[in-house]
T-cell receptor, first 110, second 113 residues
Framework: QKEVEQDPGPLSVPEGAIVSLNCTYS??????FMWYRQYSRKGPELLMY????GNKEDGRFTAQVDKSSKYISLFIRDSQPSDSATYLC??????????FGAGTRLFVKA | NAGVTQTPKFQVLKTGQSMTLQCAQD?????MSWYRQDPGMGLRLIHY???????DQGEVPNGYNVSRSTTEDFPLRLLSAAPSQTSVYFC????????????FGPGTRLTVT
């Protein structure tokens, strides 16, 4: 079993839709939770970062962590074609190793 | 700042050949890592370094060597290329290793025939 599980998709939605991206993890020691966005043929870039449980909002993006169920979510409101990318969840224990999910490919159609 | 730079962008090797993927950063970051990205597998950590002269293995280190003689550079060496090493390789750096933003380079696409 992978330490971080993520549905690879692809996920296709119309412009303006609310998008929900999810991951589950198995190690209860994980404390830091990140979402990276990766455009085609580019390196990943950090989108959202949260510590422990709770919500964090940044513009149209909301990251949610539920440590009791080991569930990580990213919500995108009013999705735009420019949001089309691969979204990778990531986590670590606070040490030197980050564990990434497989990434979910998102397509937002105009 | 150039951020994290990687060379080459593309490379084709024959089985058994060796080569070095270059990575450099100009942000004075202590932490640097090498990942490989394969379809459906996400990013997997190959090796990482917490400072000049200090390196350690990640999840998939076999067939790769690293060294860190300066803060800026972190080259990845393929000792004897195998088709299983066909992948996209990303170098990343961060100010701290734990729970902080990693800055990724543009990647090197490697094909081993």
């Amino acid at each position: 079993q992978k330490e971080v599980e993520q549905d690879p998709g692809p996920l296709s939605v119309p412009e303006g839709a609310i998008v929900s991206l999810n991951c589950t993890y198995s190690n209860s020691a994980f404390q830091y939770f990140m979402w990276y966005r990766q455009y085609s043929r580019k390196g990943p870039e950090l989108l959202m970062y949260t510590y422990s449980s709770g919500n964090k909002e940044d513009g149209r993006f909301t990251a949610q962590v539920d440590k009791s169920s080991k569930y990580i979510s990213l919500f995108i409101r009013d999705s735009q074609p420019s949001d089309s990318a691969t979204y990778l969840c990531a986590t670590d224990t606070g040490g030197f190793k980050t564990i990434f999910g497989a990434g979910t490919r998102l397509f937002v159609k105009a | 700042n150039a951020g994290v730079t990687q060379t080459p962008k593309f490379q084709v090797l024959k089985t058994g050949q060796s080569m070095t993927l270059q990575c450099a950063q100009d942000m004075n970051h202590e932490y640097m890592s090498w990942y490989r990205q394969d379809p459906g597998m996400g990013l997997r950590l190959i090796h990482y370094s917490v400072g000049a002269g200090i390196t350690d293995q990640g999840e998939v280190p076999n067939g790769y060597n690293v060294s860190r003689s300066t803060t800026e550079d972190f080259p990845l060496r393929l000792l004897s290329a195998a088709p299983s090493q066909t992948s996209v390789y990303f170098c990343a750096s961060s100010y701290k290793g734990q729970g902080t933003e990693q800055y990724f380079g543009p990647g090197t696409r490697l094909t081993v025939t």
